[in-house]
């Protein structure tokens, strides 16, 4: 009986989810039409008056007359003539007041560590191995974990970590954060030119350490901002958290006229090393380096000449409110020795799924053509509606609409299933590979470097659009979607991560990459208990 109330539930849930799916793409597309309708209205208007004219003047004595008869008949029709005006200037208003502001993104900075902060795999095992109280267990784990992250041989760690014992002091996360954050800002304005005073937004990421006073406001000081600075301060928003920014700065953007908005994206590695034996934690050591960038956006119709990329969507997605396992999956918790850490569920990968489902559900008809938005609403009926067995989902094929993908370097696995799931090649995916080869997890900033090596390697060209999409703790997935307004040929050293590896990329990195490394104790043997794979 309970099994059958649980059908009836499952179905109403899905025809639930079918009406909010069908009502969204119908909002999308009538949003799209609105925009559209108000677009050309200038041109509408212009011909209805010019049809107007004709038929009160189909036959004048000549032009220097018209105007004369243009007032008599005004004078005639008062009413008619006033009401005309109005309306002409309540649609001028509409179309001025409902075209949102564009926004521009002038240029970008990623910060690369020097030579002194890079760490091969193996080196890492080993430093982790006498810095922490790790069990033999745990060490091989996390080697057997490096072997299939698919991240590379030069990766970096804060100094920090570096150091035996390890740092894990406020001090010393500050000169982590800082020493990013600066670096990438210095960069970008060097780059641009534009002043800080200039800047009148600033918003900064950083999801696992707040200090106080915020990220935002070390930035003011360091720059000397002006007094009335919209600064915003984002923490706790796991990977996806640089598009949450985006969008955020986007919005603040359609309020302040004639300005720049920074958009800065790090994460703090200092003291969010995992030093206890809980496996779900000792996933982070494997993946996450550090790292970070910044961004210059601006809405000024001047600087469209000079930008390289024109903000076209931003879509976000929250689904912590659908299951409590989409709430929980990524988690910063304690171990049951006090150890901190976060933590990433077994269920990591199909809560990603759903939500990146919900995203390009409400992504699709922003982008992809009429045909591909009719399959999926058509696969979505037979599934949910007519309980067709054997129905498979369609995923619509997002390479018709878009020609670069940077996909967040959450981990192999994560990278993996988005190919195989969104139908892409090797040399879209090419991007966001070497990115975690290279850089490792760098949380919400990846989605840079991967932007950053598409300009490297000369493929941005000018009319690309370029789809970034990234995964969060809570549950969240953002997609931002951009076009180029222009060709991308000349890369700056001060400001692309890749120009000294660049030449050598991209590289095979294979499933699994063994590797040696000897520590004090020699590790257990492996373990088939909980050796699922993890991924950020």
Not at 23 to 34: E, F, G, K, S, V
Not at 192 to 198: H, K, L, N
Not at 400 to 421: K, N
Request: one cysteine or more; hydrophobic letters at 45%; a positive charge.
């Amino acid at each position: 009986m309970a099994s059958h109330h649980q059908h009836h539930r499952s179905i109403a849930m899905d025809r639930a989810e079918l009406f909010r799916t069908v009502r969204r793409a119908t909002l999308n597309h009538a949003r799209q039409l609105y925009h559209r309708l108000l677009s050309r209205l200038p041109h509408l208007l212009a011909v209805t008056l010019l049809v107007a004219a004709a038929q009160l003047f189909s036959a004048p004595p000549s032009l220097a007359s018209a105007p004369r008869a243009l007032l008599l008949w005004a004078r005639a029709n008062a009413f008619l003539a006033a009401a005309a005006c109005l309306g002409f200037l309540a649609a001028a208003y509409a179309y001025v007041s409902s075209r949102p502001r564009p926004v521009y993104l002038v240029d970008m900075a990623g910060y690369k560590p020097g030579r002194a902060h890079e760490a091969t795999r193996a080196e890492s095992v080993r430093h982790f191995a006498v810095a922490g109280r790790f069990t033999d267990e745990s060490v091989a784990f996390q080697a057997r974990m490096l072997e299939r992250a698919g991240v590379g041989e030069a990766t970096h760690f804060p100094a920090s970590l570096l150091t035996n014992p390890v740092d894990m002091s406020l001090r010393a996360a500050r000169e982590e954060s800082e020493a990013v954050i600066f670096g990438a800002v210095d960069g970008l304005l060097a780059a641009t030119g534009v002043r800080a005073e200039d800047i009148g937004v600033v918003i900064v990421n950083s999801s696992l350490f707040c200090p106080t006073p915020s990220f935002t406001s070390v930035v003011v000081s360091r720059y000397g901002m002006r007094h009335d600075v919209v600064s915003h301060n984002l923490s706790g928003m796991g990977c996806s958290a640089g598009i949450i920014a985006i969008d955020l700065a986007k919005r603040l953007l359609q309020v302040h006229r004639d300005t720049y908005a920074l958009v800065v994206s790090t994460e703090n590695i200092t003291l969010n090393a995992y030093l206890g034996n809980h496996r779900p934690m000792l996933v982070t050591n494997t993946l996450f380096r550090m790292g970070g960038a910044a961004v210059l956006l601006s809405n000024r119709r001047a600087d469209r000449h000079v930008a390289k990329y024109q903000l076209v969507h931003t879509v976000r997605t929250h689904r912590g409110g659908a299951s409590d396992r989409s709430y929980g999956c990524v988690t910063q918790e304690e171990d049951g020795e006090g150890n901190v850490g976060v933590s990433l569920s077994k269920e990591l990968m199909s809560v990603a799924g759903e939500a990146l489902r919900t995203n390009i559900t409400t992504l699709g008809p922003l982008v992809l053509p009429l045909s591909e938005q009719l399959r999926f609403l058509a696969a979505v009926l037979l599934r949910r509606v007519l309980q067709r067995a054997g129905a498979k989902p369609y995923v619509p094929d997002f390479k018709l609409a878009l020609e670069h993908f940077c996909i967040h370097a959450g981990g192999r696995g994560v990278l993996d299933e988005l190919e195989r799931s969104l139908g892409l090649s090797a040399w879209h995916m090419e991007p966001s590979r070497m990115t975690l080869y290279r850089f490792g997890n760098t949380s919400s900033s990846s989605l840079w470097y991967e932007l950053a090596y598409c300009e490297a390697k000369g493929r941005i060209k000018k009319g690309d659009r370029v789809w970034q999409i990234a995964f969060g703790s809570g549950f969240k997935c953002n997609s931002a979607v951009w076009k180029a307004l222009r060709t991308v040929e000349e890369v700056r050293e001060t400001t692309n991560p890749w120009l000294a590896d660049i030449d050598q990329l991209p590289v095979h990195v294979p499933k699994v990459a063994p590797f040696t490394y000897d520590v004090d104790k020699a590790p257990a043997p492996p373990s088939s208990k909980d050796d699922g794979h993890h991924d950020a």
